[in-house]
């Protein structure tokens, strides 16, 4: 719940106009309002009345916001734009990164850059005049750009979390070009080939039968491919919601593409429930998808409860999705409150019914970290890999390693830390 800045009038309120510019500022930070919605707001608020700042808030809410996900962005711009008494400050620290970790006097909330950024489009600062030049001289400068990035490099390197509304929205179309592909895994099972390996014995006796015993041709085979499922398990609470929102785009950019090798890829989500969205996934339109399933999971940006969840996964669907070797992402912080033991236990179960079970971590974004959370202690000795996931190019390098055995990631790194602890 936001908190409630006094809404005073002016002596000559201007109410209608101010609800048509809020809506502009929600609608650049990223939320769908069209002209109609904005009508029905003004109507909405001469029916229920400006007395109670309360009811004032819910009335706008209720005409603007329809996905979870846009309940945040609603909330900032709304005390930002509607006379909070701290605005510029609020103003000037949303240009600033926010760093977790770090103690600060007010601690950084969900949304506040988009929601500073949408307020403050189209104002330039004021930049000092030039002076003229002086007669008969010029000044000639030189820039040297060889060691300047891209702006998609950059892109690619910034973390998920500290993006604006425009960066996040280059990085979804960059994410769905993506590609995650996999080799197969072998098989003593075989099929026809001309060119073939192995001698098809079977079938060159049938053929030689069919001509009379005479055998004309030797039929060949070799090995047919078997490809794994991708089994990907997202953290959804508040700790990880930025993440898991982009990282969910690029998951049905994978459930869509075709010749990655994948024979199928289930998602799951899970806070303090889990919630299977795969079917929601497999929609071709990727807001349609995303919509259904934060529809269908309900504790987006709640607790997290990881060794209840995974005891639910491996009770309920590891049997049904963990077949044909399938390769497992568990994407979350590993920051879990419950009994260490407990999560050990469904994570060592989890390992043994994988072919490969991949951490992406988001906190492994900072060179310093170490595995102190009692949840990352218990879950870290089970995992193939340890690798970081806040970033375009973090994504980029898991799909270069996925299907490399070798690969472990931090973990080694990591476990010599906890061993010399």
Request: glycine letters at 6%.
């Amino acid at each position: 719940m936001p908190e409630y800045a006094p809404l005073a009038l002016p002596d000559n309120p201007r109410l209608a106009q101010n609800i048509i510019h809020f809506a502009r500022a929600l609608r650049k930070a990223g939320l769908p309002i069209g002209p109609g919605r904005v009508i029905d707001a003004v109507r909405a608020v001469e029916a229920a009345g400006f007395t109670e700042k309360r009811d004032f808030y819910w009335t706008l809410h209720a005409c603007f916001v329809n996905r979870p996900e846009h309940r945040a962005v609603f909330a900032q711009v709304f005390r930002l734009y509607w006379r909070d008494p701290r605005y510029l400050e609020h103003m000037m620290s949303m240009m600033l990164p926010a760093i977790r970790g770090v103690q600060e006097e007010r601690s950084a909330q969900a949304a506040e850059k988009r929601a500073a950024e949408a307020l403050l489009d189209g104002i330039q600062p004021e930049l000092p005049e030039p002076e003229p030049d002086k007669e008969g001289e010029e000044t000639l400068i030189e820039v040297d750009a060889s060691l300047t990035m891209s702006a998609e490099e950059k892109l690619k390197t910034l973390d998920f979390e500290q993006m604006s509304t425009e960066e996040v929205a280059r990085a979804k179309r960059m994410l769905a070009r993506l590609s995650l592909p996999v080799k197969p895994i072998p098989s003593r099972r075989k099929q026809a080939a001309v060119l073939g390996p192995r001698i098809d014995r079977a079938r060159t006796l049938r053929a030689a039968m069919r001509q009379g015993g005479e055998m004309h041709t030797i039929a060949r085979a070799e090995p047919r491919p078997r490809w794994p499922n991708l089994v990907v398990l997202c953290d959804i609470s508040g700790s990880m919601s930025q993440y898991s929102r982009i990282i969910l785009h690029f998951l049905h950019a994978v459930s869509n593409a075709k010749g990655q090798g994948w024979a199928k890829v289930h998602a799951f989500t899970f806070g303090t429930r889990l919630t299977n969205v795969t079917r929601h996934l497999r929609q071709r339109d990727v807001d349609a998808a995303l919509k259904a399933a934060g529809a269908e999971a309900q504790d987006w940006e709640g607790g997290t409860r990881i060794g209840a969840c995974l005891h639910a996964f491996n009770r309920d669907w590891s049997r049904r999705v963990m077949g044909q070797g399938a390769v497992v992402l568990l994407i979350t912080d590993g920051l879990d409150r419950d009994d260490p033991d407990a999560l050990a236990a469904e994570m060592e179960r989890l390992h043994l019914s994988s072919r490969r079970l991949i951490w992406l971590n988001p906190l492994l974004r900072w060179s310093e970290f170490a595995p102190k959370a009692r949840g990352i202690r218990a879950m870290l000795p089970y995992v193939d890999s340890f690798r970081a996931g806040h970033s375009i190019a973090s994504l980029e390098e898991l799909a270069e390693v996925i299907s490399r055995p070798d690969d472990v990631g931090e973990k080694a790194r990591l476990l010599a830390e906890l061993r010399e602890g």
